[in-house]
């Protein structure tokens, strides 16, 4: 499949097949070239924003947009749209595998904005999906354009719903405004996922720690994944010391 094909498939109204969406991801991976041809067409991509500091005039942290470009968020949606744990998982393995090389242009970039931020897609993602998103290091969210934190909240409940970690959520974000005050989440949640959405950790050089969340979201993930074994073994103490 060439990208004229790609194009064609996505570009229809109707969902895609799984085994369309398959040979497409194959033909990116068999052959890259397929991929960026395609992005060089209209509509077909978006420029990725990067994470460049802290405005503390503002109190908001600042991306700005960077030469690297990614498929569109209406193209990623009809990979999205299976709600599929290992189709959501490979299709944004492929992307990173597209995106992001040794020799990038925008080496003074740590973090991007995940550019797929909207209520449309993240309706679509699984637990597993999500969490697989949270873990990797290339990707934050920015709720700046999510004025009343719907999008944000979306995420917040699957991964509840699934008893998953949600601080992870918050740290990986940033200009968290405007959710607490439209949910009845309890205020000790709300108050603790501004505090990690919005606190800024700045190094003596005055530059931002940014990579201190992405550790920090993996920190209490392996906490969170742990907790049974590590209660199992407080409690066997406990018993030990009894008698």
């Known amino acids: 499949m060439d990208y004229i094909d ?3 498939l996505l570009s229809k109204e109707k969902p895609l097949a799984p085994q369309e969406a398959v040979d497409i991801l194959n033909s990116w991976r068999s052959d890259p070239e ?3 041809l395609l992005l060089k067409t209209q509509g077909a991509s978006v420029p990725l924003l990067g994470y460049r500091y802290c405005s503390e005039e503002d109190s908001r942290y600042v991306f700005e947009k960077t030469k690297k470009r990614i498929l569109s968020p209406a193209f990623a949606l009809k990979f999205f749209e ?3 744990d290992s189709m959501s998982t490979i299709f944004m393995e ?3 595998m597209l995106t992001f090389s ?3 242009e925008d080496s003074d970039v740590a973090f991007y904005a995940w550019p797929y931020y909207n209520a449309v897609i993240v ?3 699984t637990p597993v999906a999500i969490i697989h998103l949270l873990l990797n290091w290339n990707y934050v969210f920015d709720c700046e354009a999510d004025q009343f934190g719907m999008v944000y909240n979306t995420f917040y409940e699957t991964l509840k719903a699934a008893e998953e970690c949600t601080d992870i959520l918050a740290v990986n974000s940033f200009n968290l405004h405007g959710w607490g005050e439209n949910t009845n989440h309890p205020i000790e949640d709300v108050a603790k996922h501004y505090h990690f959405a919005n606190y800024s950790v700045a190094l003596e050089d005055g530059s931002e720690d940014i990579h201190f969340r992405k550790t920090l979201v993996h920190y ?3 906490y969170w994944q742990n907790m049974e074994d590590i209660i199992t073994a407080v409690l066997h103490e406990r018993i030990m010391r009894s008698n």
């Open 123 to 125: 309706s679509h993602l």
């Open 102 to 104: 040794e020799d990038d």
């Open 6 to 8: 790609a194009r064609v």
């Open 82 to 84: 299976f709600r599929s």
């Open 220 to 222: 209490l993930y392996a």
């Open 34 to 36: 397929n991929y960026y």
């Open 94 to 96: 492929t992307l990173d």
